[in-house]
């Protein structure tokens, strides 16, 4: 993971939207091999985008193939809650090196703004 070695001291959380079934079937293990780099991990619903769900493939597929015991999988609106929690809790220490990264594809970009919010709100 690139973030990793740009910033080596710093508590990196990655949450992640993986796209399609078919590809989270596909890749799996290497979605587990790469995440587990992070200190925390944040799985969001598999975006569907074009497909119909395949019988036993969701974001638990990744997470039981994760080494990181510090990942689970959460809806849009639970990420939010957790991390409102999260900073709050964390306010008087400090957050400024953490790195919060989001990655995937599909309608993850939808909890950016209020991500951005939430962090404006607690940390200031």
């Not at 710093?10 to 079937?25: G, W």
């Not at 703004?113 to 940390?123: C, G, V, Y």
């Given at each position: 993971?690139?973030?990793?070695?740009?910033?080596?001291?710093?508590?990196?959380?990655?949450?992640?939207?993986?796209?399609?079934?078919?590809?989270?079937?596909?890749?799996?293990?290497?979605?587990?091999?790469?995440?587990?780099?992070?200190d925390e991990v944040l799985l969001l619903?598999?975006?569907?985008?074009?497909?119909?769900?395949?019988?036993?493939i969701s974001s638990n597929s990744i997470?039981?193939?994760?080494?990181?015991?510090?990942?689970?999988?959460?809806?849009?609106?639970?990420?939010?809650?957790y991390l409102k929690v999260g900073i709050?809790?964390?306010?008087?220490?400090?957050?400024?090196?953490?790195?919060?990264?989001?990655?995937?594809?599909?309608?993850?970009?939808?909890?950016?703004?209020?991500?951005?919010?939430?962090?404006?709100?607690?940390?200031?």
């Amino acid at each position: 993971m690139g973030a990793r070695k740009l910033f080596p001291e710093r508590k990196c959380t990655i949450i992640f939207q993986p796209h399609l079934f078919s590809r989270t079937k596909d890749f799996a293990k290497e979605f587990a091999e790469s995440l587990d780099q992070a200190d925390e991990v944040l799985l969001l619903p598999i975006y569907p985008a074009r497909e119909l769900p395949m019988e036993g493939i969701s974001s638990n597929s990744i997470l039981k193939l994760m080494k990181n015991h510090n990942a689970r999988v959460l809806s849009k609106e639970d990420i939010l809650q957790y991390l409102k929690v999260g900073i709050s809790k964390t306010s008087n220490e400090s957050n400024s090196g953490n790195l919060l990264i989001t990655a995937g594809a599909g309608d993850i970009d939808q909890i950016i703004q209020p991500i951005k919010e939430i962090m404006s709100k607690t940390i200031s």
